[in-house]
């Protein structure tokens, strides 16, 4: 016999155990379910792609970043988001694809960042992007948030904001003030006034050359706190000095006036014009959402529009709008908050339990249970009476039947309820009516609590 | 601008055009449903792991195909299959789990095969195991098969059977006529009866060693044909002479007699005593699964039973049973050979259109089918006429509801069946129901036909 090695998980790598494993299944159903619903269809690519696709457009941060490495004569990647391999897929299957195209896609990507507390190197990501041929409606930019907002509302989670702007609103603005040049320098730091505050903002502002007054006018445009409507009017005054500022201030009006026409209650969504999110290739609207108590844990639903999806890729223009859920992150978050109610439903609702030798029986009943869409598992290991019950407990299970020689000959079952400990024997078909009943008096959908 | 990077895709791994994906996805949401309506949790494992847990027992073909790497200073190897990581979390999380654990586990497997037709290097495998704690009842490999039967029942597959034997029966035969020593190898080539005929495997086993008269023996018991009862009389005629071997016929008609039970009619299942699994690990049932017609493409679902799970990460013994569809493959084949009909079904049900400037009310409507459960897209770009509703014909999509001026003015809904090529002005919510009503005309269930 060789030798034990530990048996160990890697660090940053996110595993479950059975419980929690079917709490988070069952938020990733809820956001397949709901992109579904919107009109998405399915994506899969593959997790390892030829390196020179990954890293047409990758900088310095990703490529320090990612898992890469031969095999035989080809230099390979991990993906480390669905958006570049989305790019591709367009590209490559431009001909096949009918436009706009709407897809999700739910997968793992791989970062090989410095494992700390709530990073993952190794995390799903649950993204839906709408990608035009040559143009595409500002009005699909209105509808992004409503789906946002249905599958927190699926999930229970009430206590959220998304937060939007829109970056030719801040390109405009820098502009005018003769930024242009540094905008990008600008947009990071900006991006940065969460975390750092206002003061540190101006400071690095100050800092890479933008003079005082510049300064705290952007910063005071920038902060203005206000309602909807009048953020949009104290914008309004800026109005006429500059074109892409201009642009920005019509497209971040019609689209929050959309957003609640598209079902987002006025609480739910607010224009922030702090929100630059870093990345360079957002050029229109950008959204973050954030856990309302817990701004700590930063933005758990992020994305935008962008005007060019697969330039590295092919001469086409695809404009697109999209976001990304960190799946791996929010279930982290939610479960280190107890957000999660452990009220954990399971999914297997019956344990069989013959106490005969011969298990026809119990087989028969399986069926029947199985046949009306109740999932079953027959206890098959020998044991006494005590055993097999407490394996039913274990496993939470919600309901035992059990099938001793009396229920066989008088060609009935005892159906115990474990939650309750109430037991009686009954016809099969009437056990199978209270089964579905108490699986119909559970809330079913509210499995987060906030 | 930069350099166009030509997309592409790495061979050996697939990606699919959205309708492919939708009828992969169902037939990856029938095994998922099947497999948790049979009682088993899912699980989820990482796909890299360090190198020294995933090759702990591996060999020289193994260690030749697989993806490994150094990431600074860790090891790593994607995973291969799906049993090896769950023997690792079976050792490691062992105090935490309920035995038997059923669980079940759909995921990428990467293996660096030479590219070929049908091979690839990226792959879904969609297991199940039953993992006893020391012991494990002989009834849990009867319930297998049933639950191959229950799957390929749902996904319209009917032309196939499921080829059962025991290691015991196969073992206890070569002990009985010294072949102890070499039982390995003669299994090994026993299973390649299939691939290269009966003479070659009868010159294959002489080349080894073996006299005349043994292989003659052994290859006229092991291709013995009969029905299941006719074969176990046949082997009954060697009892007595070898312990493992009687206890290899005893659990062969144990469980061929309770399969039945489980609900497989008896044409679907058949013991063959060629069946062999070349994997050392399998000890007692062991299950290979033909489509009748395709015996080419070999076994599409596989599995048996093992004395020790995670010998190589702890000392306790974990008996267990289970079986792996080979889920890529499996839809390659069914792809390749027209199997799959045709009649894809469109996860989107519904394009709402708005032919006015103001698309509120085209947003209401689709708010009111998606609270019905009705998959919906709102066509947020302009365009003419025929450009929105050619979209909807592109995208297959069965229904459409225009909302033009007149339909808004009197408060109703145009609904056109794109299949039908009919149209009517109704009420939103006579449309729904009428959506609903074609929606269950659909023979859902049946997406292949064989």
């Known amino acids: 016999m060789s030798e034990i090695i530990t048996p160990r998980t890697l660090s940053g790598f996110m595993e479950l155990l059975p419980k929690d494993q079917v709490i988070f299944d069952k938020i990733r159903n809820t956001l397949e379910k709901t992109y579904t619903n919107y009109g998405f269809f399915p994506l899969d690519t593959p997790i390892l792609e030829d390196s020179k696709i990954l890293l047409a457009k990758a900088g310095g941060e990703t490529e320090k970043q990612i898992y890469r490495f031969n095999k035989g004569d080809t230099d390979l990647t991990m993906r480390f988001d669905l958006t570049v391999p989305l790019a591709k897929y367009v590209a490559k299957n431009y001909s096949d694809l009918v436009f706009p195209f709407r897809r999700y896609q739910i997968g793992k990507v791989y970062r090989g ?19 035009g041929d040559g143009e595409l409606g500002i009005l699909n930019d209105a509808e992004i948030p409503s789906i946002i907002y249905s599958i927190f509302n699926s999930l229970g989670i009430d206590n959220f904001v998304i937060r939007i702007n829109n970056r030719k609103v801040l390109n405009g603005l820098f ?13 990071r730091i900006i991006d ?15 800092d890479i050359g933008v003079d005082k007054d510049t300064v705290d006018t952007i910063i005071s445009v920038l902060t203005f706190k206000g309602s909807n409507s009048e953020v949009a009017n104290m914008l309004s005054e800026y109005k006429g ?32 014009l702090t929100i630059a999110r870093g990345l360079d290739y957002y050029t229109g609207t950008v959204y973050e959402t954030f856990i ?12 935008g529009r962008y005007d060019n999806l697969a330039e590295y890729y092919t001469k086409k223009s695809l404009p697109g ?3 990304s859920i960190g799946l791996t992150r929010l279930f982290h ?41 109740i999932s079953t598992q027959i206890y098959l290991e020998d044991g006494k009476f005590k055993k097999k019950l407490t394996y039913g407990n274990k496993l939470s299970i919600p309901f035992c039947i ?30 199978i009516d209270k089964i579905l009943a108490a699986r119909n008096n559970l809330c079913s959908e509210r499995i987060v609590n906030m």
């Open 241 to 272: 000095r500059n074109e892409i500022f201009d642009k920005g201030i019509e497209e971040l009006v019609q689209v929050t006036d959309y957003i609640e026409k598209f079902g987002v209650p006025k609480d739910y969504f607010k224009i922030d």
């Open 333 to 373: 978050v939610l479960s280190e908050n107890e957000f999660l109610n452990r009220t954990f439903e399971n999914p297997v609702e019956v344990l069989v339990i013959p106490f005969t030798e011969d298990v026809s029986v119990a087989v028969e009943t399986a069926s029947k249970l199985r046949n009306s869409n």
């Open 402 to 431: 059990l099938l001793g020689e009396d229920e066989i000959a008088e060609n009935k079952v005892s159906l115990k309820n474990m939650n309750e400990g109430t037991q009686e024997t009954l016809d099969l078909s009437a056990a």
């Open 321 to 323: 709008v999209g976001i």
């Open 192 to 206: 940065k006034i969460d975390k750092i505050g206002v003061e540190n903002v101006k400071s690095e502002l100050a």
């Open 113 to 131: 960042e410095r494992a700390q507390k709530g990073r993952f190197r190794e995390f799903y990501q649950a993204d839906i992007d709408i990608i």
């Open 292 to 303: 309302k108590d817990h701004p700590e844990y930063g933005s758990v639903c992020s994305g």
């Open 175 to 187: 502009d005018m003030y003769g930024l242009k040049d540094n905008a990008t320098d600008v947009m």
